[in-house]
């Protein structure tokens, strides 16, 4: 069965440091992949997503970027982090309709 | 923009009674799917129902899609305290990779 890893759960960075969240999938073959950020109370907005290796498109313009260096593997960093990019980060997959999600990463900028 | 609006955005109930929360979509769609989110955890789908269908069933959910009104319910029946979550439905409007647009959910708290 396809699992999905996202870690950490928890991370708390001062503003300025850099950002490196991880997200792996296992038991299925090129997935799109996706990350999420969700505000407090609030939807999800997608930021990344990628179809292949070395394929991502941006959604929103931010502070962030995204890489997928392996098949299941999809990355997202920050060189320098802000105030604004604290929230609930979510990496999800999906091949055809649904998609599904790890349980997330909770940043606090301070 | 979102595409989904729910609402009411918050809802309590007490346990055995029904919970119902719509969402409204602003373009055309090729599915709509419903998800679930318990408190600091990922989402979970629970429904996923296509433009050409009308209604669909699974265990005690009731999903329902108007497409000339640009609308969806979810039905809960039989209320758990175990539904206390935050439900969001979400569109796939056919721009490609599957990539949905979620609402802004609507927070269920059903009480023991």
């Known amino acids: 069965s396809q699992t999905i890893h996202q870690w950490p759960a928890t991370l708390v960075q001062p503003v300025g440091s850099p950002l490196s969240l991880e997200c792996t999938v296992e038991g299925t073959s090129n997935p799109n992949l996706y990350w999420y950020r969700q505000a407090a109370g609030r939807g999800l907005q997608l930021l990344f997503y990628s179809v292949g290796i070395g394929q991502i498109s941006s959604e929103v313009p931010q502070n962030l970027s995204a890489s997928r260096p392996q098949d299941r593997q999809f990355i997202l960093s920050s060189k320098k982090l802000l105030l604004s990019d604290s929230g609930f980060y979510l990496c999800?997959?999906?091949?055809?309709?649904?998609?599904?999600f790890g349980d997330g990463t909770r940043l606090s900028i301070l | 923009s979102q595409q989904g609006e729910e609402d009411p955005q918050a809802l309590s109930i007490q346990e055995g009674e029904n919970a119902t929360m719509n969402c409204s979509y602003k373009t055309s769609i090729n599915n709509l799917q419903w998800y679930r989110q318990n408190s600091g955890r990922g989402l979970v789908h629970l429904i996923l129902i296509r433009s050409n269908e009308r209604e669909k069933h699974s265990g005690r959910l009731r999903v329902t899609l108007d497409t000339s009104k640009k609308s969806s319910s979810l039905l809960i029946t039989a209320s758990r305290a175990a539904d206390t979550a935050s439900y969001f439905c979400a569109t796939d409007a056919g721009g490609g990779y599957q990539k949905v647009t979620f609402g802004t959910g609507t927070k269920l708290q059903v009480i023991p």
């Open positions: 999800a997959w999906g091949s055809n309709q649904p998609q599904h």
